[in-house]
């Protein structure tokens, strides 16, 4: 079992954190993050650390874990933030910003245009875009859409990729023709 929710949270000396019933607010220089808190946890805040306890030590559902990361990605957020990367793999294929927009050409008849969600930010430099903000999962949903707008063709691998991501290219009709050429009786 594992024992992520009893871990400790420290918390930098710019985050403000306050609580409102079952509302936790994160406030940092890049932006807040407001948390639900789950019933069955109790969230204790002292100084610059947080714990988390279960308020029932029999509980069968257990979301101490789930919560402790979500409040420790929303505390590193609003001072780091997170980023994704993703890049366009493909002769013609370009992005660029346009206000709070991201405007894709990626071999459509038109252009791809993907509006900002709040708290999310676009940042385009020789065909690589980095997604940025505050919360893990709205950056993280933002960056799955823009990829799936066009992803990567198992052939040529064009299209848009995460950074890092490898893709596995299939071989081409003719290679499979020669390959697969036997001696048939």
Do not use: C
């Not at 279960?54 to 979500?70: E, H, I, V």
């Not at 499979?176 to 050429?181: E, P």
């Amino acid at each position: 079992m594992s024992r992520i929710g009893n871990k400790i949270i420290n918390v930098d000396s710019g985050v403000k954190i306050s609580q409102d019933g079952d509302i936790i607010l994160v406030e940092g220089t890049h932006g807040k993050i407001e948390l639900q808190v789950p019933t069955n946890l109790n969230i204790e805040i002292s100084g610059s650390q947080i714990k988390i306890t279960n308020k029932d030590k029999n509980a069968s559902t257990n979301r101490q874990g789930l919560f402790r990361s979500l409040l420790s990605n929303a505390v590193i957020g609003v001072v780091k933030q997170w980023t994704k990367s993703l890049e366009l793999i493909g002769v013609g294929y370009r992005a660029q910003t346009s206000g709070n927009n991201l405007v894709l050409n990626v071999g459509f008849t038109h252009s791809i245009n993907i509006p900002a969600p709040t708290g999310v930010t676009f940042k385009v430099e020789e065909n690589k875009i980095t997604v940025i903000g505050a919360d893990k999962y709205k950056v993280g949903e933002v960056a799955a859409y823009i990829r799936r707008v066009k992803p990567p063709e198992p052939y040529k691998g064009k299209g848009i990729r995460y950074q890092g991501e490898h893709i596995r290219k299939k071989l081409g009709k003719a290679a499979k023709a020669v390959g697969g050429a036997g001696t048939a009786k």
